[in-house]
């Protein structure tokens, strides 16, 4: 009987009502095509490139949305991600190779201190432009896990999204780029 009148019963009840409130959810969001019910789903809309203000490295306000017209690669990551460090010289490479008036690179330093991040760019002698976010981060870029990439064409629409580190300095990245 002592169960009962602990706090077990409180998250048990709990649990229940969560489960029950997801599946519900769930149900009410989708639609199926029936024979008394022909209205099909909409297909998702694709992600547009968020209205987002960072800093640059002479820490001035930049939006997202001025790379408009551009390709645009954005890449989250900080200085104490190890598979951060280790994709960066492939990014190096692909923005080297990169037409800069159809390309526009955003490095999206997480770091607390946005000056360690610009110092080891300085120190690994690389050349991509660095920004640190200036306010909120867009739900698009609220993440599980960095590093996080994300690729917008020149209409501001997501066209490629990864989630961990990847080689960037491929013919297929290239040619996504041109």
Same mark, same amino acid.
């Given at each position: 009987?002592?169960?009962?009148?602990? /706090?077990?019963?409180?998250i048990?009840?709990a649990?229940?009502l969560? *489960?029950?409130?997801?599946?519900? %959810?769930d149900?009410?969001?989708?639609? %199926?095509?029936t024979?008394e019910?022909t209205?099909?789903?909409?297909? /998702? *809309?694709t992600?547009? @490139?968020?209205?987002?203000? @960072?800093?640059?490295?002479?820490?001035?306000?930049?939006?997202?949305?001025s790379?408009?017209?551009?390709?645009v690669?954005?890449?989250?990551?900080?200085?104490?991600?190890?598979?951060?460090?280790?994709?960066?010289? #492939?990014? %190096?490479?692909?923005?080297s190779? *990169?037409?800069?008036?159809?390309t526009?690179f955003? !490095?999206?330093?997480?770091d607390?201190?946005? %000056?360690?991040?610009?110092?080891? @760019?300085?120190?690994?002698?690389? #050349? !991509? /432009?660095?920004?640190?976010?200036n306010?909120? @981060?867009?739900d698009?870029?609220?993440?599980?896990?960095?590093?996080?990439t994300?690729?917008?064409?020149e209409?501001?629409?997501?066209?490629?999204?990864t989630?961990? #580190?990847?080689?960037?300095d491929?013919? *297929?990245?290239?040619?996504?780029?041109?």
């Amino acid at each position: 009987m002592y169960f009962f009148k602990t /706090p077990y019963v409180f998250i048990l009840s709990a649990l229940v009502l969560l *489960a029950a409130c997801n599946a519900n %959810e769930d149900a009410a969001t989708t639609t %199926e095509a029936t024979p008394e019910n022909t209205e099909v789903a909409a297909p /998702p *809309a694709t992600p547009q @490139m968020p209205a987002f203000t @960072m800093l640059n490295a002479q820490g001035q306000p930049v939006d997202l949305k001025s790379f408009a017209g551009k390709k645009v690669f954005v890449n989250l990551w900080a200085t104490w991600c190890p598979p951060c460090r280790v994709e960066m010289p #492939s990014i %190096e490479k692909l923005y080297s190779s *990169a037409d800069k008036e159809k390309t526009a690179f955003v !490095m999206l330093s997480l770091d607390d201190d946005f %000056e360690k991040a610009k110092q080891y @760019m300085v120190d690994q002698k690389l #050349s !991509m /432009p660095v920004f640190y976010p200036n306010g909120a @981060m867009p739900d698009l870029f609220n993440v599980r896990g960095i590093p996080a990439t994300f690729i917008f064409d020149e209409k501001g629409q997501l066209i490629k999204s990864t989630e961990g #580190s990847d080689d960037y300095d491929t013919d *297929a990245y290239r040619q996504l780029l041109k």
